[in-house]
């Protein structure tokens, strides 16, 4: 069997948990590969609303195995209070998670780190979601970062003690005081201590090493579905740089990050918006500052499921999308949240870009990396609810163009059509 992927096309927030949710009962195992608790997935299932983090959104289906992969960095005290909450709702992740043995920790003085860079970067900031994500990415790369498996040996606490200490250097030289500074409201000392205890639940958690699982599961002939984080624009090749997370959130991200073959990949799934948001800062060409964003914000719940930021909202970019497509080789596109302009009257659709006088149908560094001005095409809204609609046939005839605009101009179908946050909301073709 092969490892099909999921991810976002666009920047993160497509609506990526809400569709492995809806595919997990077709895959045995559902694996992360990448990034960490700056993910927010957001699961509606029965009016109840699950926002996941670390943790695999196929998490709620008690006979499928999920994997934290090797690829996936994260906080033990952030992974225990989901832990928790998965408990609280009846879930019992003992039975059906995983965790890799060489996924990092995110430290304490990781989230310090970051808060210390986005405060010396002033206006310049990437807006991160301060949970630590690029410091402990750069510890991976340097070659100091501690693992999972670390937990595990006697001398834990010395080597977590002396990562800090370069931490607490590191922070001196930024006059920044992790004594004055909170994480999540709380004294460091406060958050270190549910830390370590939270290391001390996670020593009983099954930790494996998952590549080797992973890879045997599939000469079993098993099926396992891999569930991006963030979205191909924060990729940290090809997003828009620096504004991007410190993951390779594209397919490739998928084989360092679960330690399977490029041939071991099956279908992509490219999940997106019907239009487009973005939380923190950087490029974002079709962004509206006027009150058609604030509509797509309002009718769309734009606010982010980790930070409750508010989302910045724009028209779809097909640039873009073509772009991500591209870099991801995406077999089956998902199209989320149309219900959002179903009280639109016409809706803007950007086919290109013009940049330093010249126009151009392709994301470009130019077009990354100057202000550009988009073109837009203007197609009718389709002013009809979608609701119980669950036949592609019978959606409204103006979404079928919109849709088939897009299919025409990327050269892929849509088969997935989500008109609503809930599990049942969904249309496949
Ligand atoms: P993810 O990070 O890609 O998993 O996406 P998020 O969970 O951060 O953001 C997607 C938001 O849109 C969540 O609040 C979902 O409940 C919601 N959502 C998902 N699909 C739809 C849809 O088709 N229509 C509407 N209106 N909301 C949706
Ligand atoms: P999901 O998986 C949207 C953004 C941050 C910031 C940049 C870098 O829910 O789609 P980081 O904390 O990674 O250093 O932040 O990336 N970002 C996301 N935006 N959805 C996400 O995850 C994101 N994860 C990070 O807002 O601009
Ligand atoms: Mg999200």
Redesign the pocket.
Known sequence: MKVDVLL?LQW???????I?DVLTPQYDIIARFQGGPN??????IEGD?H?LHTIP?GIFHPEKINIIGNGVIADPYILSLELAKLVAKGVNPRVNLRISKRAHLILPTHRMLDAAYEQAMGAAKIGSTLKGIGPCYTDKTARYGLRFGDILASDFTEKYNKLKQRHLNILASYNFDHHVQLIDKMPFDEYEKNWFAAVEELRTFPLIDSELYINKALAEGKSILAEG?Q?SMLDVDFGSYPYVTSSNTITAGVCSGLGIPPSAVGKVYG?FKAYCTRVGSGPFPTELEDTTGERLRD????F???TGRPRRCGWLDLPALRYAIMLNGVTDLVM?????MNDFNTIDICTGYEVNGQTTQDLTYETLSNPVKPIYKTLPGWNHSLEGVNDYDLLPEKLKEYTGFIEETVGLSVNIL????GRE??IQR
């Open positions: 976002g993160g927030d497509e609506g990526k948990g809400k492995v993910a927010g997935h957001t699961l509606q609303k926002v959104s984080a979205g999940v009718n769309g719940k734009e982010g499921s980790t989320m949240k149309a219900d959002v989500s008109s609503g946050p909301e969904t």
